[in-house]
C-alpha cells in the first residue's frame, strides 16, 4: 500500500489502520475488547445474552470500515474524506448522548472524543491541502481537488 499523499489522507489512514486492527481485537480476543470499553465482563454469561454475537458484528464491522478507510487512502479518494467528517461528527453526537443517559459507560465517551477528535482532525487536513493546493505553480485559490491531475484515476473515470 502506498502513504498517504496529503494531511487529510494521513488522518484516515490512521483511523482507517486503528479501526482494522481493534475490529481483528474483539474478533480475536473480545474481552479484551469489552475491558477496553469500559464494559463488563462477567465469568459466564445468561441465556439469551447476545453480548459476543453483537461484539463479534461490531468487531466485524470496525475491521471492514478499516480496510474501506485504507482503500480511500490508496486511492486518495478525497469526496470520502468529506464524507467521514461529517458522519464521524454524527457518531460522536450519539456516542455522547449514550454516555449522558447512562445507556454506555464513562469510559466510552473515549470512543466519542475519538470520533470527534478525528472528524476534526480530518477537516483541519482538507483545509490545509486545499490551502497548500491554491498555493501551488499553476493553480488558482478556486481550484478544487476534483480537477484532473496527477495520481491515480478514480475507477468510475478508468472505466469510462
Do not use: K
Not at 59 to 74: D, H, I, K, Q, R
Not at 102 to 127: C, I, K, M, N, S
Request: hydrophobic letters at 50%; aromatic letters at 14%.
Amino acid at each position: 500500500m502506498r502513504l498517504p499523499r496529503s494531511g487529510a489522507g494521513w488522518t484516515i489512514a490512521v483511523f482507517g489502520l486503528l479501526a482494522l486492527l481493534l475490529g481483528a481485537l474483539g474478533l480475536i480476543w473480545p474481552e479484551t475488547q469489552l475491558r477496553l470499553l469500559g464494559f463488563e465482563v462477567p465469568a459466564e454469561r445468561a441465556p439469551g445474552d447476545y453480548t459476543g454475537t453483537f461484539l463479534t458484528a461490531s468487531s466485524m464491522a470496525s475491521f471492514n470500515m478499516g480496510v474501506y478507510y485504507l482503500l480511500a487512502v490508496a486511492t486518495e479518494w478525497r469526496p470520502f474524506y468529506r464524507f467521514t467528517v461529517w458522519f464521524r461528527l454524527v457518531t460522536f453526537t450519539v456516542f455522547s448522548i449514550a454516555v449522558l443517559s447512562d445507556v454506555a459507560p464513562d469510559r466510552f465517551f473515549g470512543v466519542a472524543a475519538w470520533e470527534g477528535l478525528g472528524a476534526v482532525a480530518t477537516a483541519v487536513g482538507l483545509w490545509w491541502d486545499a490551502r497548500r493546493t491554491a498555493a501551488g505553480p499553476g493553480r488558482s485559490a478556486a481550484a478544487d481537488d476534483t480537477a484532473p491531475g496527477p495520481g491515480p484515476v478514480p475507477v468510475t473515470d478508468a472505466v469510462h
